[in-house]
């Protein structure tokens, strides 16, 4: 009976171990923009009923049924290290984001002061907006559900205990990374166009009329245009983001 019980509760710790290191690391569960009770209770609830649907894993103990045997250490390792690469996942692609807001900050030149209120790391108020915009994007569209359903069927794919090959996927974590900083730049593009034509404009100006300020001058227009071309174009690179996001998760997580 004490064995039953004792593999039971290391089933528990197993996808336990899977479920939080996946929330630790992805954006749309850490950060200080989800509480921490939260994050806890959503583990502990989802690990509860995933334990009701899987067989206890009795061959990743090698010598002893213990919770020092080096088998079981090896597979809770390994279940740490699969949830951890699909936070990493989502992590490094929400990085367009913190990409595009920075960029369009330092472009229309309100790039302080630095704001670290809802992410971990300090950020411009323009990359915190588009931090929050972004991840509210992806939960109204359902990506959210995505995320938990991939989790879920990884379960399936493989069970705890078994140990995937995970090779491919941390060559393709460069991949992943490469193409949010491409979505970044994209939502930053049409900002960083009319501002640099607004300071080409500002350039020729001050050489037909030096008598005009066009050093005070420059900071207004920066800034006005900066949240002329962000009214027109918010909503289509947040549509973008979500996409491009939804198409990575799929070719990486749809098991």
């Given at each position: 009976?004490?064995?039953?019980?004792?593999?039971?509760?290391?089933?528990?710790?197993?996808?336990?171990?899977?479920?939080?290191?996946?929330?630790?690391?992805?954006?749309?569960?850490?950060?200080?923009i989800?509480?921490?009770r939260?994050?806890?209770?959503?583990?502990?609830?989802?690990?509860?009923?995933?334990m009701?649907?899987?067989?206890?894993?009795?061959?990743?103990?090698?010598?002893?049924?213990?919770?020092?045997?080096?088998?079981?250490?090896?597979?809770?390792?390994?279940?740490?290290?699969?949830?951890?690469?699909?936070?990493?996942?989502?992590?490094?692609f929400?990085?367009?984001?913190?990409?595009?807001g920075t960029?369009?900050?330092?472009a229309?030149?309100?790039?302080?002061?630095?704001?670290?209120?809802?992410?971990?790391?300090?950020?411009?108020?323009?990359?915190?907006?588009?931090?929050?915009l972004?991840t509210?994007?992806?939960?109204?569209?359902?990506?959210?559900l995505?995320?938990?359903?991939?989790?879920l069927?990884?379960?399936?794919?493989?069970?705890?205990?078994?140990?995937?090959?995970?090779?491919?996927?941390?060559?393709a974590?460069?991949?992943?990374?490469y193409?949010?900083?491409?979505?970044?730049?994209?939502?930053?593009?049409?900002?960083?166009?009319?501002?640099?034509?607004?300071?080409?404009?500002?350039?020729?100006?001050?050489?037909?009329?030096?008598?005009l300020d066009?050093?005070?001058?420059?900071?207004a227009?920066?800034?006005?245009?900066?949240?002329?071309?962000?009214?027109?174009?918010?909503?289509?690179?947040?549509?973008?983001?979500q996409?491009?996001?939804?198409s990575?998760?799929?070719?990486?997580?749809?098991?």
């Open positions: 009976m004490e064995t039953v019980l004792f593999l039971n509760a290391s089933q528990f710790v197993l996808i336990l171990t899977r479920i939080t290191a996946m929330m630790v690391v992805a954006p749309m569960f850490a950060g200080r989800v509480p921490i939260f994050r806890v209770f959503l583990a502990v609830l989802v690990a509860t009923l995933l009701l649907h899987q067989e206890p894993a009795v061959y990743c103990f090698q010598n002893k049924v213990s919770w020092l045997d080096t088998g079981f250490l090896a597979t809770v390792g390994s279940e740490f290290l699969l949830g951890i690469l699909m936070g990493t996942t989502m992590l490094l929400f990085g367009a984001l913190q990409v595009a960029a369009m900050a330092y229309g030149g309100i790039s302080f002061p630095v704001d670290g209120g809802f992410l971990n790391d300090a950020a411009t108020p323009v990359a915190t907006m588009f931090y929050v972004g509210a994007v992806v939960f109204l569209t359902g990506g959210h995505m995320v938990m359903e991939s989790l069927e990884s379960f399936s794919a493989f069970p705890t205990g078994t140990v995937p090959a995970l090779e491919e996927w941390f060559r974590l460069p991949v992943v990374f193409q949010g900083f491409q979505v970044g730049i994209h939502m930053a593009l049409p900002i960083l166009t009319v501002v640099l034509l607004a300071q080409i404009g500002l350039a020729v100006l001050n050489r037909v009329l030096p008598q066009i050093f005070g001058m420059s900071f227009v920066n800034v006005l245009a900066f949240l002329f071309v962000l009214s027109l174009t918010l909503g289509t690179g947040l549509m973008l983001f996409g491009e996001f939804r990575v998760w799929e070719r990486f997580f749809v098991f």
